[in-house]
């Protein structure tokens, strides 16, 4: 059986498309399915970001197939880890949670690199191509800690 990440931001065209780019790049896709929503239904259908596509490639990453989608109740059911950018997404996230058990899914993502901490994966969208830069930075660190996390089990 596998398992089944999801990645979550605001818009699902930033952070959460480069998490899901990653986070495919790192886990063995027999074992594990990974893709990404937003909490927001306004890009619905939208590419990610150029900025995101851009520092991706840069990376070696192709990410321009994704789409944008909306979190749906639905998800809680079909992935067991559901991991947020920041405080915003944690809280909307945990709100449409109906179970313990499904609001404990819900992780913020740089929380597997400094538990305890409480730190947000900031939103680089109003700001210029090196808010990117530093983001693609933070998740690749955050992914491959998931990695080697799952990877052990």
Known sequence: ???????????????SPLAEGLMRSKLNFTKFTVDSAGTSGGHKGEAP?????????????DITKQKSRKLLKEDFQEFDFLYVMDESNYRDVVSMAATDEERNKVIKILDEVFPGENLDVPDPYYGGSQGFENVYKMLDRATDA?????DSK
């Open 49 to 61: 970001d150029k900025r995101s596509i851009a520092v991706a490639k840069k990376n070696s990453l």
């Open 1 to 15: 059986m596998k398992t089944n990440i999801l990645m979550i931001c605001l818009g699902n065209i930033c952070r």
């Open 146 to 150: 998931i990695a080697k996390k799952l």
